[in-house]
């Protein structure tokens, strides 16, 4: 869920549609020069207003753009999954990442912090998630 409009310079999530597939990542672990693999696919940006959403099956190739914004723009999104847990592993790894699946951040927490966000002063709880994945 975008939680302010995100826009080409602010390095929106590309999808390749019809790549869920074994046989897609089969492939794109097999080329080298995956730049030249991912240009030669058809592409869907990610351009979202604000409270508009993507949903997309996470075994779908996809990944994020440069961000070329002036004032270096994070984009601000609300990131969920969900899974069968009747289904065993669906060929993809998890979704999140272990040093921010390790923080336990509560929805109450995050919630505080984009109404701070929205209010004009700044996101702590997210600026520090964001130092630890550099």
């Not at 753009?65 to 969920?80: G, I, M, Q």
Request: net charge negative.
């Amino acid at each position: 869920i975008a939680l302010q409009d995100v826009t080409m310079d602010m390095g929106p999530t590309t999808w390749f549609p019809r790549t869920h597939t074994k046989e897609a990542h089969v492939a794109f672990q097999d080329v080298y020069d995956k730049d030249t693999l991912i240009q030669s696919q058809p592409a869907v940006l990610g351009l979202l207003p604000k409270g508009s959403c993507g949903i997309f099956d996470s075994r779908l190739l996809h990944c994020g753009t440069a961000n070329r914004s002036n004032e270096d723009k994070s984009r601000a999104l609300f990131y969920f999954s969900f899974k069968n847990p009747e289904v065993g592993y669906t060929g993809n790894p998890a979704s999140i990442r272990l040093e921010l699946g390790k923080e336990n951040v509560a929805l109450g927490e995050l919630m505080s912090d984009l109404e701070s966000f929205e209010k004009g002063k700044g996101s702590p709880l997210i600026d520090e998630l964001g130092r630890k994945m550099r």
